[in-house]
């Protein structure tokens, strides 16, 4: 055999473990490729009615209900407030902090508020429409002002009102943040960057303190309303099953386009496999309700699916934080508890300061809403603490692992 055919039956015969090695990854991407596509349409189909057409139904404590959509009213309403204000005014005034420190408007900001009144009146409106859902990513005017910051002059407004009026304004204000944490805005609640949970305690502190100065008449609606309020949150469930589609978006996205998070090719086939299992648990997660907690947290356990071994996962900085899904969702399921515990409290504390001005005396045990089971701490299953102090009673939430506990401290109300 010449030397030149010899040469050539060689480099076949080392050539051709290579060239099944390529045929078969090859036949491996196309049905990566078909999985994607089918795992894709099923996240697709799935977004459907937990983002796009999804109603939380909320009864209305204040007012007349409406049929509408308190997100979309909200917002609209926070455009027409803000569409003269002078740029940066809001932000410069720092009004969460400005409610948290107890210092008064600045002048400018009180000028505009005093000029803006029915605008702003619009914005509390929202709260009586009887459902919520955030359809699409709002438009923010950084430099001017949303619904958040319609909100925070609520509260301001609230302090210097009549206790009744005072009263409903922090209920109102308490709508609204709970309709902007519906649908997809549940996939951002309570994140580290959210001040919602802030703007929650303020409009509690000013619900208790306008309270102390309203009559036993107007104390027992408030506190029934604010019993509503407390048992009707935006569901966990919802929140939960979105943060799972968003997270099998974004392990989609970086299949399908592997160069933008630089994922290798041996790293696709796990990332569509935790991708396809959240997708089949999206309907699982979204029947979790509030009411069901602290058990909830166990169930969690138990339906999150396993973190996947990904080969080199940490060759793509911050991907491993990505693909510790169980710790993401239970942050979910966790900060939901937080605003119920909060929420739940309050109720509690408010009720029992209607006991304290109907019958002249804090009593021994605490109000009857202590009892009940949907006004229990959600991350113990028991009824908030209750002591009587020299300075006056104290509702507290214990401590649970690594959940601080809270106390509210009330004192005699003022006449």
């Known amino acids: 055999m010449p030397p030149r055919r010899r040469w050539a039956k060689r480099l076949a015969f080392a050539l051709a473990p290579l060239l099944v090695v390529a045929a078969a ?14 795992i894709t349409q099923a996240a697709e189909a799935a977004s459907g009615p937990l983002l796009f057409e999804c109603r939380w139904e909320h009864p209305v404590v204040v007012g007349a209900a409406r049929d509408c959509n308190g997100v979309d009213v909200a917002h609209a309403a926070a455009e027409r407030l803000f569409a003269d204000a002078p740029v940066g005014m809001m932000t410069k005034a720092m009004l969460l902090d400005a409610l948290e420190q107890d210092r008064p408007l600045p002048a400018d900001v009180s000028d505009f508020v ?46 210097a009102a009549a206790p009744e009026e005072c009263l409903g304004m922090a209920l109102d204000v308490m709508r609204l943040v709970q309709d902007g944490e519906t649908g997809l805005g549940s996939v951002f609640a309570n994140r580290e960057n959210s001040r919602q949970p802030r703007r929650l305690h303020e409009a509690r502190r000013t ?20 019993a509503i309020v407390a048992t009707t949150p935006p569901p966990v469930g919802d929140a939960l099953a979105a943060d799972a589609l968003f997270i099998t978006t974004a392990l989609l996205e970086d299949v399908a386009q592997p160069d933008r998070a630089n994922i290798l090719w041996l790293q696709r086939g796990p990332l569509l496999d935790l991708a396809d299992a959240l997708v089949a648990r999206i309907d699982t997660f979204r029947a979790y309700r509030d009411d069901e907690l602290p058990a909830a947290f166990d169930r969690l356990a138990h339906d999150l699916p396993a973190r996947p071994w990904v080969p080199f996962a940490g060759h793509t900085e911050g991907y491993t934080a990505l693909l510790d899904i169980p710790q993401d969702l239970r942050e979910v ?44 701490d959600p991350f113990t299953g028991q009824p908030f603490g209750w002591s009587l102090g020299v300075g006056g009673p104290i509702v507290l939430a214990e401590a649970v692992g690594d959940v601080d506990a809270e106390a509210i401290g009330l004192t005699d109300p003022s006449r």
Not at 142 to 149: K, S
Not at 214 to 226: P, W
Not at 359 to 373: F, I, S
């Open 25 to 38: 990854c090859e036949v491996v991407q196309v049905r990566r490729m078909a999985r994607l596509a089918r």
């Open 333 to 376: 399921l966790r900060a939901q508890a937080h605003v119920d515990r909060d929420l739940r409290a309050t109720a509690v504390a408010l009720a029992a300061l209607r006991d304290r001005v109907a019958g002249g005396t804090w009593t021994d045990a605490g109000p009857a809403e202590r009892a009940r089971p949907d006004l229990r």
């Open 207 to 226: 619900l208790l303190e306008c309270g102390r100065h309203a009559s036993a008449a107007v104390l027992v609606q408030a506190a029934r309303q604010t």
């Open 114 to 159: 005093g000029s803006h009144g029915k605008a702003l009146a619009e914005v509390r409106e929202a709260a009586r429409c009887s459902w919520a859902c955030v359809r699409d990513s709002p438009t923010t005017h950084y430099r001017r002002g949303t619904v958040d910051t319609a909100s925070d002059l609520l509260l301001f407004g609230a302090r």
